[in-house]
Protein backbone atom coordinates (compact mmCIF):
# COMPACT_ATOMS: atom_id res chain seq x y z
CA UNK A 1 0.00 0.00 0.00
CA UNK A 2 1.76 3.05 -1.08
CA UNK A 3 -0.09 5.59 0.29
CA UNK A 4 -1.39 5.00 3.53
CA UNK A 5 -2.73 7.68 6.07
CA UNK A 6 -5.39 8.82 8.87
CA UNK A 7 -8.39 10.70 8.67
CA UNK A 8 -6.58 13.83 8.17
CA UNK A 9 -4.43 13.65 5.52
CA UNK A 10 -5.55 15.02 1.85
CA UNK A 11 -6.78 13.17 -1.13
CA UNK A 12 -5.28 14.23 -4.74
CA UNK A 13 -7.47 15.58 -6.82
CA UNK A 14 -7.07 12.83 -9.28
CA UNK A 15 -7.65 9.97 -6.73
CA UNK A 16 -9.32 7.05 -9.11
CA UNK A 17 -11.72 6.33 -5.79
CA UNK A 18 -12.60 9.98 -6.15
CA UNK A 19 -13.30 10.76 -9.63
CA UNK A 20 -14.76 7.18 -10.47
CA UNK A 21 -15.80 5.82 -7.32
CA UNK A 22 -12.49 2.93 -7.93
CA UNK A 23 -12.33 2.02 -4.66
CA UNK A 24 -13.77 -0.23 -1.74
CA UNK A 25 -14.73 0.65 1.90
CA UNK A 26 -15.41 -1.00 5.37
CA UNK A 27 -17.49 0.50 8.47
CA UNK A 28 -16.53 -1.74 11.27
CA UNK A 29 -17.61 -1.55 15.14
CA UNK A 30 -14.67 -1.36 17.52
CA UNK A 31 -15.52 -1.75 21.42
CA UNK A 32 -12.91 -0.67 23.65
CA UNK A 33 -10.35 -0.96 20.86
CA UNK A 34 -11.50 -4.40 19.64
CA UNK A 35 -12.65 -4.39 15.87
CA UNK A 36 -15.83 -7.09 15.87
CA UNK A 37 -17.10 -9.26 13.01
CA UNK A 38 -13.41 -8.53 12.04
CA UNK A 39 -11.94 -11.26 10.57
CA UNK A 40 -15.50 -11.12 8.23
CA UNK A 41 -14.54 -7.20 7.45
CA UNK A 42 -10.92 -8.29 6.86
CA UNK A 43 -12.57 -11.13 3.76
CA UNK A 44 -15.04 -9.10 2.41
CA UNK A 45 -12.29 -6.29 1.68
CA UNK A 46 -10.00 -8.87 0.38
CA UNK A 47 -12.33 -10.20 -1.80
CA UNK A 48 -13.44 -6.55 -2.92
CA UNK A 49 -10.06 -6.21 -3.65
CA UNK A 50 -9.80 -9.17 -6.04
CA UNK A 51 -12.83 -8.03 -7.51
CA UNK A 52 -11.51 -4.79 -8.61
CA UNK A 53 -8.04 -6.23 -9.59
CA UNK A 54 -6.71 -3.84 -6.51
CA UNK A 55 -3.26 -5.14 -4.17
CA UNK A 56 -5.36 -5.51 -0.74
CA UNK A 57 -4.11 -3.27 2.24
CA UNK A 58 -1.24 -5.03 4.55
CA UNK A 59 -3.52 -7.00 7.18
CA UNK A 60 -0.90 -6.19 10.02
CA UNK A 61 -1.45 -2.27 9.52
CA UNK A 62 -4.95 -2.78 9.12
CA UNK A 63 -4.67 -5.00 12.56
CA UNK A 64 -3.42 -1.78 14.31
CA UNK A 65 -6.00 0.56 13.58
CA UNK A 66 -8.98 -0.39 15.77
CA UNK A 67 -6.80 0.09 19.35
CA UNK A 68 -6.84 3.43 18.42
CA UNK A 69 -9.65 3.76 19.56
CA UNK A 70 -9.57 3.75 22.97
CA UNK A 71 -12.02 2.78 25.54
CA UNK A 72 -15.16 2.96 24.60
CA UNK A 73 -17.67 2.45 21.05
CA UNK A 74 -16.79 3.56 17.97
CA UNK A 75 -16.59 2.93 14.19
CA UNK A 76 -13.70 2.81 12.00
CA UNK A 77 -13.62 3.35 8.40
CA UNK A 78 -11.60 1.96 5.75
CA UNK A 79 -11.75 3.46 2.46
CA UNK A 80 -9.13 1.59 -0.23
CA UNK A 81 -8.78 3.02 -3.51
CA UNK A 82 -6.75 2.61 -6.80
CA UNK A 83 -4.33 5.55 -6.41
CA UNK A 84 -3.96 7.94 -9.05
CA UNK A 85 -3.19 7.63 -12.87
CA UNK A 86 -4.67 5.80 -15.87
CA UNK A 87 -5.96 7.21 -18.61
CA UNK A 88 -9.58 8.35 -18.25
CA UNK A 89 -11.68 5.25 -17.31
CA UNK A 90 -8.58 2.89 -18.03
CA UNK A 91 -6.79 2.03 -15.05
CA UNK A 92 -2.52 2.44 -14.27
CA UNK A 93 -0.80 -1.02 -15.88
CA UNK A 94 1.00 -0.61 -11.83
CA UNK A 95 -1.86 1.24 -10.07
CA UNK A 96 -0.35 1.92 -6.22
CA UNK A 97 -3.55 1.77 -3.95
CA UNK A 98 -4.50 4.61 -1.31
CA UNK A 99 -5.43 4.12 1.95
CA UNK A 100 -7.10 5.92 4.39
CA UNK A 101 -8.79 5.39 7.72
CA UNK A 102 -11.17 7.61 10.26
CA UNK A 103 -12.18 6.75 13.58
CA UNK A 104 -15.32 8.18 15.06
CA UNK A 105 -17.19 7.92 18.66
CA UNK A 106 -20.40 5.57 18.63
CA UNK A 107 -23.64 5.41 19.63
CA UNK A 108 -26.51 2.93 18.30
CA UNK A 109 -30.35 3.69 18.33
CA UNK A 110 -31.21 1.43 20.94
CA UNK A 111 -34.72 2.34 20.80
CA UNK A 112 -34.67 1.15 17.48
CA UNK A 113 -33.58 -2.48 19.15
CA UNK A 114 -37.09 -2.82 21.54
CA UNK A 115 -39.37 -0.68 20.27
CA UNK A 116 -39.35 -1.54 16.37
CA UNK A 117 -39.07 0.63 13.23
CA UNK A 118 -40.96 1.29 10.31
CA UNK A 119 -39.39 1.14 7.07
CA UNK A 120 -40.77 1.72 3.13
CA UNK A 121 -40.16 0.52 -0.30
CA UNK A 122 -38.21 2.72 -2.59
CA UNK A 123 -38.84 3.91 -6.55
CA UNK A 124 -35.23 3.49 -7.26
CA UNK A 125 -34.03 0.37 -8.61
CA UNK A 126 -31.12 -1.37 -8.08
CA UNK A 127 -28.89 -2.30 -11.46
CA UNK A 128 -27.90 -5.87 -11.63
CA UNK A 129 -24.36 -6.34 -11.89
CA UNK A 130 -23.15 -9.57 -11.26
CA UNK A 131 -19.25 -8.29 -11.06
CA UNK A 132 -19.74 -6.36 -8.52
CA UNK A 133 -22.42 -8.51 -6.41
CA UNK A 134 -22.10 -8.66 -2.47
CA UNK A 135 -18.74 -5.61 -3.08
CA UNK A 136 -18.59 -2.80 -0.23
CA UNK A 137 -17.73 -0.64 -3.30
CA UNK A 138 -17.21 3.06 -3.20
CA UNK A 139 -20.18 4.20 -5.74
CA UNK A 140 -22.76 4.28 -3.56
CA UNK A 141 -25.13 6.56 -6.39
CA UNK A 142 -27.91 4.23 -6.61
CA UNK A 143 -28.43 4.47 -2.23
CA UNK A 144 -27.64 8.16 -2.36
CA UNK A 145 -30.72 8.68 -4.53
CA UNK A 146 -32.58 5.91 -3.05
CA UNK A 147 -32.36 8.02 0.55
CA UNK A 148 -33.27 11.24 -1.14
CA UNK A 149 -36.48 9.63 -1.46
CA UNK A 150 -38.14 10.03 2.03
CA UNK A 151 -37.14 12.66 4.82
CA UNK A 152 -39.71 11.82 7.41
CA UNK A 153 -37.94 10.77 10.91
CA UNK A 154 -40.59 8.05 11.29
CA UNK A 155 -39.31 5.89 8.59
CA UNK A 156 -35.79 4.25 9.74
CA UNK A 157 -35.16 2.98 6.39
CA UNK A 158 -36.05 2.23 2.48
CA UNK A 159 -36.34 -1.12 1.02
CA UNK A 160 -34.60 -1.75 -2.50
CA UNK A 161 -35.45 -3.94 -5.17
CA UNK A 162 -33.49 -4.86 -8.46
CA UNK A 163 -34.54 -3.78 -11.88
CA UNK A 164 -35.29 -7.50 -12.07
CA UNK A 165 -37.82 -7.31 -9.62
CA UNK A 166 -36.51 -8.95 -6.47
CA UNK A 167 -35.56 -7.87 -2.84
CA UNK A 168 -32.21 -7.29 -2.27
CA UNK A 169 -31.48 -5.07 1.22
CA UNK A 170 -32.41 -1.72 2.68
CA UNK A 171 -30.84 1.47 1.46
CA UNK A 172 -27.57 0.97 4.52
CA UNK A 173 -28.67 -2.87 5.75
CA UNK A 174 -29.53 -6.23 4.93
CA UNK A 175 -33.09 -7.78 4.96
CA UNK A 176 -34.40 -10.63 6.91
CA UNK A 177 -37.68 -11.75 7.17
CA UNK A 178 -39.67 -15.00 8.38
CA UNK A 179 -41.81 -16.99 5.87
CA UNK A 180 -43.75 -20.84 6.59
CA UNK A 181 -41.75 -20.82 10.19
CA UNK A 182 -38.03 -20.51 8.59
CA UNK A 183 -36.10 -16.76 8.43
CA UNK A 184 -34.76 -16.10 5.01
CA UNK A 185 -32.22 -13.07 3.72
CA UNK A 186 -32.43 -12.22 -0.29
CA UNK A 187 -29.93 -13.85 -2.51
CA UNK A 188 -26.93 -11.67 -3.74
CA UNK A 189 -25.97 -13.21 -6.67
CA UNK A 190 -26.70 -9.78 -9.14
CA UNK A 191 -26.31 -7.31 -7.10
CA UNK A 192 -26.28 -5.91 -3.21
CA UNK A 193 -23.56 -5.41 -0.49
CA UNK A 194 -23.23 -8.59 1.43
CA UNK A 195 -23.19 -7.86 5.12
CA UNK A 196 -20.57 -9.01 7.65
CA UNK A 197 -23.41 -9.58 10.03
CA UNK A 198 -25.39 -11.05 7.81
CA UNK A 199 -22.56 -13.47 6.73
CA UNK A 200 -21.79 -14.26 10.55
CA UNK A 201 -25.92 -15.19 10.96
CA UNK A 202 -25.34 -17.32 7.74
CA UNK A 203 -22.91 -19.08 9.07
CA UNK A 204 -24.55 -19.94 12.37
CA UNK A 205 -28.03 -20.45 11.94
CA UNK A 206 -30.62 -21.93 9.42
CA UNK A 207 -31.36 -18.55 7.32
CA UNK A 208 -32.23 -19.77 3.48
CA UNK A 209 -31.15 -17.47 1.04
CA UNK A 210 -33.96 -17.00 -1.41
CA UNK A 211 -35.08 -14.90 -3.90
CA UNK A 212 -38.27 -13.12 -3.35
CA UNK A 213 -40.95 -10.27 -4.98
CA UNK A 214 -41.57 -6.93 -3.10
CA UNK A 215 -45.10 -7.80 -2.84
CA UNK A 216 -44.92 -11.01 -0.88
CA UNK A 217 -43.63 -9.34 2.14
CA UNK A 218 -46.86 -8.28 2.80
CA UNK A 219 -47.54 -11.83 3.85
CA UNK A 220 -44.14 -13.07 5.75
CA UNK A 221 -44.83 -13.38 9.39
CA UNK A 222 -41.70 -10.82 11.08
CA UNK A 223 -39.49 -8.61 9.02
CA UNK A 224 -36.20 -6.97 10.12
CA UNK A 225 -33.01 -4.98 9.37
CA UNK A 226 -29.59 -5.66 10.38
CA UNK A 227 -25.70 -4.34 9.92
CA UNK A 228 -22.62 -4.88 12.02
CA UNK A 229 -22.89 -1.68 13.30
CA UNK A 230 -26.32 -1.25 14.20
CA UNK A 231 -27.47 -4.56 15.18
CA UNK A 232 -30.75 -5.87 14.01
CA UNK A 233 -34.33 -3.90 13.95
CA UNK A 234 -37.39 -5.61 14.05
CA UNK A 235 -39.49 -4.05 10.88
CA UNK A 236 -42.94 -3.48 13.30
CA UNK A 237 -44.65 -1.07 10.10
CA UNK A 238 -44.72 -1.31 6.37
CA UNK A 239 -45.33 1.44 3.62
CA UNK A 240 -45.36 1.96 -0.65
CA UNK A 241 -43.20 3.93 -2.06
CA UNK A 242 -46.17 6.73 -1.94
CA UNK A 243 -47.14 5.98 1.85
CA UNK A 244 -49.57 3.50 1.80
CA UNK A 245 -49.80 0.92 4.76
CA UNK A 246 -48.90 -2.68 3.53
CA UNK A 247 -48.19 -4.44 6.81
CA UNK A 248 -47.59 -4.23 10.24
CA UNK A 249 -46.18 -6.69 12.27
CA UNK A 250 -45.08 -7.54 16.46
CA UNK A 251 -42.24 -8.26 17.77
CA UNK A 252 -41.83 -12.44 18.25
CA UNK A 253 -39.85 -14.01 20.46
CA UNK A 254 -38.60 -15.72 17.07
CA UNK A 255 -37.30 -12.35 16.33
CA UNK A 256 -35.94 -11.40 19.67
CA UNK A 257 -34.16 -14.88 19.27
CA UNK A 258 -32.54 -14.25 16.07
CA UNK A 259 -31.83 -10.93 17.90
CA UNK A 260 -29.72 -12.52 20.48
CA UNK A 261 -27.27 -14.52 18.33
CA UNK A 262 -27.14 -11.44 16.35
CA UNK A 263 -26.35 -9.42 19.19
CA UNK A 264 -24.46 -11.54 20.77
CA UNK A 265 -21.71 -10.73 18.09
CA UNK A 266 -21.34 -7.57 18.91
CA UNK A 267 -21.43 -6.95 22.40
CA UNK A 268 -25.05 -5.44 22.65
CA UNK A 269 -28.46 -6.21 24.74
CA UNK A 270 -30.89 -8.11 23.46
CA UNK A 271 -34.63 -8.18 24.77
CA UNK A 272 -35.23 -12.45 24.75
Not at 91 to 109: D, I, K, T, V
Not at 217 to 238: H, K
Request: overall charge neutral; proline content about 6%.
Amino acid sequence: MSDAAPQDAGVPFDDRGLAYGDGLFETVLVRDGQPLLWDYHLARLQRGCAALGITAPDAELLASLPAEAGSGLAVLKVIVTRGSGGRGYQPPAQPEPRLRWQLSAFEPRREHWQRGVAVRHCRLRLAEQPALAGVKHLNRLENVLARREWSSPGIAEGLLSSVGGRLVEATGMNLFWRRNGHWQTPRLERCGVAGTLRAALLERLAIDEVELEPAALETVEGLCLGNSVQGLWPVIALQSASGEPLGRWAITHEFRALQQQAHALLGYPSYV
